[in-house]
């Protein structure tokens, strides 16, 4: 599974993006998705995650309520939609395919694409 993220960029404090991930294949849709971030010197963060229908999604606490991940497999796409984004927000964010955890806790994916970078300003 390749994948493929767009989207990032540099953004004021309170503003938005939309980051997208286009899959490589059909068995995108048996796949759990998600969204990871890294900041340098730290490790990689889990951000979201969303079911193989798009029925259910999982966010850290950091993010709920601002962003919102979705999928529409026809399309081979996940996507990140980042609101009243803060300036502890910037990072690389990775696309990332077959998640490995349990519950609601994600920890790491089989499959992870080239990162895109999200600066956020204050």
């Known amino acids: 599974v390749q994948l493929q993220a767009s989207g990032g960029g540099l953004v004021q404090a309170g503003g938005s993006l939309r980051l997208s991930c286009a899959g490589s294949?059909?068995?995108?849709?048996?796949?759990?998705m998600g969204w990871f971030r890294q900041t340098p010197g730290k490790e990689r963060q889990f951000v979201a995650a969303?079911?193989?229908?798009?029925?259910?999604?999982y966010y850290a606490d950091s993010v709920k309520g601002r962003f919102t991940i979705s999928r529409d497999n026809a399309k081979i796409t996940v996507y990140l939609q980042m609101n009243s984004l803060k300036p502890e927000d910037t990072a690389v964010y990775y696309c990332?395919?077959?998640?490995?955890?349990?519950?609601?806790?994600?920890?790491?994916?089989?499959?992870w694409g080239r990162g895109t970078q999200v600066t956020v300003s204050s």
């Open positions: 990332a395919a077959d998640l490995i955890g349990y519950g609601s806790t994600w920890y790491n994916a089989n499959y």
């Open positions: 294949e059909r068995t995108f849709s048996g796949y759990v």
């Open positions: 969303i079911s193989r229908s798009g029925g259910s999604t």
